[in-house]
Nanobody, 126 residues
Framework: QVQLVESGGGLVQAGGSLRLSCAAS????????MGWFRQAPGKEREFVAT????????DAAGSVKGRFTISRDNAKNTAYLQMNSLKPEDTAVYYC???????????????????WGQGTQVTVSS
């Protein structure tokens, strides 16, 4: 069983920055692709960014590309989401997720992820 714990959320003004962290425990973190997703009030959860098991490949949703950066530190069993130039429409609960199979490719699809954190709230004021 793997546990994921997000941190780093909070309230920030538009144009500001936050860095989310996702600490993993319970299995060999370095073997698994990771993803970040978010869910705004009244909306479905959506893909934000994904990173391969070794960090060599990343991708992000069009709405955040150029503003958000996903990264990982396998020595610390932690994934990150650096969020810059935040907008009010970025307000959501942000979740990190891990794929269930070692060395599987990074993915945009929520169904490909076996493990999820509890989420961290990000609120961007205008």
């Amino acid at each position: 069983q793997v546990q994921l714990v997000e941190s780093g959320g909070g309230l920030v003004q538009a144009g500001g920055s936050l860095r989310l962290s996702c600490a993993a425990s319970g299995r060999t973190f370095s073997r698994y692709a990771m993803g970040w997703f978010r869910q705004a009030p009244g909306k479905e959860r959506e893909f934000v960014a994904t990173i391969s098991w070794n960090g060599g490949s990343t991708d992000a949703a069009g709405s955040v590309k150029g503003r958000f950066t996903i990264s990982r530190d396998n020595a610390k069993n932690t994934a990150y989401l650096q969020m810059n130039s935040l907008k009010p429409e970025d307000t959501a609960v942000y979740y990190c997720a891990a794929r269930g199979s070692p060395y599987a490719r990074s993915s945009y699809s929520q169904g490909d992820y076996a493990y999820w954190g509890q989420g961290t709230q990000v609120t961007v004021s205008s």
